[in-house]
């Protein structure tokens, strides 16, 4: 089981971060392809690119898309976020055929993974999760759209997802009765061998299909 003392000793081995924002580049998961983020939050939108990521059923049909906005100038094959970000683009349901969907949920999620052969376990540093619908909001109740029992048509919702700047680990030595906190800038992604381990960021789109049915995730 990963231990705190033994996480706070590989991260400051880690690169030292300069004044400048360090890039993230999130892997995206969900039905389709994965995928990893990268955006300059202070960019404009004239200076921004799009990035697409398409949910599809097992016929190659497109059951829904994940839109990500990246600052065009960090982010050439794969979306890339300095700083604080936030993570901003839409996702997209595109239901030719009614179907039972349940919730429509998006997760920006920041892990620390230890190699294969260390006896630690991964460690989230953050889970920022927003949800875009769900069948027991206030909207499903008052809005035409989702009042069938199964959604059926094009459905889109925008998000904004801020990544922290910082992180914070407790545990060391005990102060006053309390456990020491240690305070880190959050590393950009970051891969290895050496300290055998990674620091990954990913942005995960899961959409609920009811009962006895496989989610699209």
Known sequence: MATI????????????????????????????????PSADHSAQSANEREFEYKVEKKKGETIASLKVLAPAAYSKNIPTFC?????????HLNLTQPETITFVVLSVRGRFLPGHSDAMEQ???????????????AETATNPLFS????SGTYS???SISIPEKIQFAGGNITRGAPETTEYILPQTYTERVLS???????ILHIGRGKLKTDYE
């Open 83 to 91: 700083g604080a970000g936030p993570v901003k683009g839409s996702v």
């Open 148 to 151: 069938q029992k199964k959604l």
């Open 123 to 137: 460690l989230i540093l953050f889970d920022n999760t927003e949800t875009m619908w769900s069948k027991d909001s």
């Open 5 to 36: 003392a033994a996480v706070r000793s590989i991260f400051n081995k880690l690169p030292a971060v300069s004044s400048s924002p360090a890039p993230y580049e999130p892997l995206t998961q969900d039905s389709l392809s994965d995928y990893t």
């Open 157 to 159: 919702w925008p998000f």
């Open 197 to 203: 381990a990674s620091v990954q960021y990913e942005v």
